[in-house]
């Protein structure tokens, strides 16, 4: 039996396999795109670290060994490791509120200069999926509202397309006095709620 | 024995049909970018991805040797998937009016780098990733996992 142990085919196998059961996860922690730093827990059966600084890093070898404990990672070995994710992720959907004159589709003035943030986002993300919102708020009843904020939504969408945006990478949806930003009884003006969103992704 | 059989295809043709009606409603997001070979897997087919196309909940994202590809899931989580990287959507719920919230994804193989959204600003404590060797959680932040 001990011979086996020096069979060279089998020290081999028992490289490989050991190779082969041997991966390594690495994790690192970046500041996001505001600056602003997070907190990340790396945990398994050997333990759990928590890491709150950037380029915080924790390795990670086995199901039951604790992670490593964290060490700061140079810009240099964090570009040479994910130089590629770090160009290929999208940028972060933005979103747009736009307010309404009471009872209209008229957008008010500090509305109407957003426009030009929003047609700017769409081009910052080459964005085709582009989601107009409407919302009314609780003044009138329930199917005039749904109207109103539907109308809302599409004058919005039509001055996006008059813009240049192609209609179809707009997707207009309108929920009436149903999702209420302010919170009110029914048969209140509340200028906050009567909005549209605009999310660009 | 022909009887059986053609009860088992009716029972399987149900099925389908039923799970592709609820696949229309579980969308979680979208791929945004896609670059060389990369596949969208789901329950019933593997599709070559393509920008716009949805991400429902269940389904695994596939990178081939020279591919990447660009997510962003609906509570404004973007994900990006280096070369042989997969990983797949356990669980998605955003749906903060009636707190319904979480996100577990499983980090197969690859490389990756990730943004969290809102799910993990309202509800940190239902937000996982689970790699082969640990689990992460996290309080809305951005990061980076290698899995070698």
């Not at chain 1, 602003?36 to 990670?60: D, K, Q």
């Not at chain 1, 085709?128 to 109308?151: C, F, M, P, Q, W």
């Not at chain 2, 990756?112 to 600003?121: E, L, R, S």
């Amino acid at each position: 039996m001990s011979s086996l142990y020096l069979k060279p085919w089998f020290a081999c196998l028992l490289l490989l396999l050991l190779y082969g059961c041997t991966q390594k996860t690495t994790v690192v922690l970046l500041s996001e795109p505001d600056g602003h730093v997070g907190n990340l827990t790396v945990g398994n059966i050997g333990g759990e670290v928590e890491m709150s600084r950037p380029a915080e890093a924790t390795v990670i070898s086995g199901r039951e060994s604790s992670p490593s404990k964290p060490e700061i990672l140079s810009e240099q070995q964090i570009n040479a490791q994910f130089s590629v994710v770090l160009a290929t992720l999208p940028i972060q959907p933005e979103h747009f509120l736009l307010y309404f004159e009471k009872g209209s589709t008229i957008l008010t003035a500090e509305s109407e200069a957003m426009l030009p943030m929003i047609l700017q986002s769409i081009t910052d993300r080459n964005s085709e999926n582009i989601s107009v919102i409407g919302h009314s708020d609780t003044a009138g009843n329930r199917d005039y509202n749904l109207r109103l904020s539907k109308e809302r939504a599409l004058a919005v969408s039509q001055v996006l397309i008059e813009k240049g945006t192609p209609r179809t990478h707009i997707t207009s949806t309108s929920h009436g006095e149903e999702n209420l930003l302010i919170k009110t009884e029914d048969n209140v003006q509340e200028e906050k709620n009567r909005r549209v969103e605009v999310v660009v992704k | 024995m022909k009887s059986f059989l053609t009860i088992f295809c009716l029972l399987a043709a149900l099925f389908a049909g039923a799970e592709s009606c609820s696949a229309s409603t579980d969308s979680v997001g979208i791929i945004k970018t896609v670059s060389g070979e990369v596949f969208l897997v789901s329950t019933q087919k593997s599709l070559s991805a393509a920008p716009n196309m949805k991400i429902n909940r269940g389904d695994t994202i596939k990178t081939g040797a020279t591919g990447s590809v660009g997510l962003i899931f609906d509570d404004d989580t973007v994900v990006s998937l280096g070369p042989n990287s997969e990983i797949a959507v356990e669980s998605f719920m955003f749906n903060p009016v009636d707190q319904e919230l979480s996100f577990v994804s499983r980090l197969i193989k690859g490389t990756f780098c990730f943004v969290t959204g809102q799910i993990a600003k309202l509800a940190p404590k239902k937000v996982k990733f689970e790699t082969p060797e640990a689990t992460l959680g996290v309080r809305g932040t951005k990061f980076l996992v290698e899995i070698d």
